[in-house]
């Protein structure tokens, strides 16, 4: 089992920058991914993907709605993951999750990041909320 804890949650204005954190513990050489999910508050809301890193490759995986604002990045001896969002939006309103995951050593597609089913462990998650 891996535990993962959040942090780096926040109150900022549109257009900030606010940089949440990943730490891991536990059975960590079980996984080879990390990946951040977020929730609006809205009824009704799913939890929606955010990016994903894969470990050792480097590979990342971004939605479509944070590519060029948001970067995972990870620290593997550490076993952390980091998000630095820039150019916020109040859309980016959210508890932010982190997630970790031991993927196939095959190629892995977006599609396969961005499953919440393909992640073994959560964190509690942090609020990340963005004024207009």
């Known amino acids: 089992q891996v535990q993962l804890v959040e942090s780096g949650g926040g109150l900022v204005q549109a257009g900030g920058s606010l940089r949440l954190s990943c730490a891991a513990s536990g059975r960590t050489f079980t996984w080879n991914a990390m990946g951040w999910f977020r929730q609006a508050p809205a009824p009704g809301k799913e939890r929606e993907f955010v990016a994903a890193i894969r470990w050792n490759a480097g590979t990342t995986f971004y939605a479509d709605s944070v590519k060029g604002r948001f970067t995972i990045s990870s620290d593997n001896a550490k076993g952390t993951a980091s998000l630095q969002m820039n150019s916020l939006k109040p859309e980016d309103t959210a508890v932010y999750f982190c997630?970790?995951?031991?993927?196939?050593?095959?190629?892995?597609?977006?599609?396969?990041?961005?499953?919440?089913?393909?992640?073994?462990?959560w964190g509690q998650g942090t609020q990340v909320t963005v004024s207009s």
């Open positions: 997630a970790a995951g031991r993927w196939p050593i095959a190629f892995i597609t977006s599609n396969y990041a961005s499953t919440p089913d393909n992640y073994d462990s």
